[in-house]
């Protein structure tokens, strides 16, 4: 089916800047929507930031100004470029992306997720 793959996780300073990418794979015939999401321990998981296929973009009220999302549709990949990170932004990040693919003969189209990677912003 549809794999995404997200790097760019790790350890920072508050204030500090970090990029995570997440690119797709599969036979892939369209991606539409694609987002991040963050879970912290305890909480429930949020939308950050999402994108359409046009490159509309919408955030979550607490990281707008600070993370800007984008995506290269040539290399099925969206980034999330995290700037002025805060302690409260530790979490566990996830992409997500809906994907037309085909399979087989048919086309169909699914919700996928990445596996996650951590974000830890500390002093």
């Known amino acids: 089916q549809v794999q995404l793959v997200e790097s760019g996780g790790g350890l920072v300073q508050p204030g500090g800047s970090l990029r995570l990418s997440c690119a797709a794979s599969?036979?892939?015939?369209?991606?539409?929507?694609m987002g991040w999401y963050r879970q912290a321990p305890g909480k429930q998981r949020e939308l950050v930031a999402g994108i359409t296929s046009g490159g509309s973009t919408r955030y979550a009220d607490s990281v707008k100004g600070r993370f800007t999302i984008s995506r290269d549709n040539a290399k099925n990949t969206e980034y999330l470029q995290m700037n002025s990170l805060k302690p409260e932004d530790t979490a566990v990040y996830y992409c997500?992306?809906?994907?037309?693919?085909?399979?087989?003969?048919?086309?169909?189209?699914?919700?996928?997720w990445g596996q996650g990677t951590q974000v830890t912003v500390s002093s």
């Open positions: 599969g036979r892939i015939s369209r991606i539409n929507d």
């Open positions: 997500n992306a809906v994907v037309e693919f085909r399979e087989g003969l048919l086309r169909r189209s699914g919700n996928f």
